[in-house]
């Protein structure tokens, strides 16, 4: 124990510069630097990860994942698929898995998502539902997963990826049947089920500013005009290299934070076509760097959550062919230049 102690202290000391003669040198434990989580703190925002089941049996990932981040996503286990997956039948293991390891990590939560029209169960899309069976169903769900959940998380994506690239809505199952109205819908009954949970609209591509950030933009002031408890709006981020870099991000936020909203940076990956290069690389860090910057740039751009912190885990490859390296964190688990970047952007 006394051996234990002095060396935390050594670590400590070296940390501070103060430390000088042979314990210095022979420092017992690397130099402890602060975490990304750490680093935000002194900003008065997160820096979060999302995560997946699955990979929580990987002990050495699941060490980077409470040690660096302070705030935790999951990337499926609170979707209806898996929270609803008979109709009226709820299962939360997956969902409470993640919030049980964010709690012994002392994180928080931002939960995802309630209302989309992507991983929906099947005895959902396969048959025909009136508005108002469809209303019923849907009343219900938002209800029951965000009371189970109430006072567990830090907010909700209540809606997700709810409009087209032209700003025109998204012909989802919720849209066609129930019109625009079910957005306002889903705000009021999650607030209800849960008044403290922070609630937000998510989607990717509104990260510059063009017709679809524009089409939140408005709908974000009619909602707040209307007293629609809405609390945030999430900025994706999926950006890839051959695409460019969203230049307006900054601007963008600030519009969004001047309607009185939270916004936060909720799913960031950068990704490259493969293979990964030096110079990809260090391009990508500087996109990480500068997202980061805009967030801290605008007082109410309150954290930032990439869509896990791990090539090994990340959704890209899977959904874009011939693409990856997206992440902070190569296959093994080192850190890329991006990392770097994050802990210069958060400095
Ligand atoms: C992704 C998950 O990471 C994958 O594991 C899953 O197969 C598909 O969905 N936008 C979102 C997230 O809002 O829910 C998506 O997550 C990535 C895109």
Known sequence: MRLRLAG?????LV?????????????PHPVRQPTLAGLAERHGRYFGSATDNPELSDSAYTRVLGGEFDMITPGNGMKWYATEPQQGVFDWTAGDQIVDLARSNR???RAHTL???????????????TASELRAVLK???TTEV?????KVYSWDVVNEAFNEDGSYRD???????????????????HRADPHARLYLNDYNIEATGPKSDAYYRLAKDLKAAGVPLDGIGFQAHLALQYGYPTTLEDNLRRFSRLGLDTALTEVDVRMQLPATAEKLAE?????RDVTAACLAVRRCVGVTIWDYTDKYSWIPAVFPGEGAALPWDEELRPKPAYQALREALR
């Open 115 to 129: 209302v989309w029209h992507s991983q929906l169960p099947d005895w959902l899309t396969s048959r025909q539902w």
């Open 107 to 109: 994180q928080r939560v």
């Open 15 to 27: 940390t501070a510069g103060l430390a000088t003669g042979p314990a210095a040198q022979a420092a």
């Open 284 to 288: 990508q860090a500087t996109w990480y």
């Open 147 to 151: 009371r189970h959940y109430r006072g």
């Open 8 to 12: 935390a202290l050594a670590a400590v």
């Open 172 to 190: 989802t199952l919720w849209y066609r049947t129930l019109g625009p109205g079910y957005i306002a819908d889903a705000l009021r009954w999650a």
């Open 140 to 142: 219900k769900h938002i």
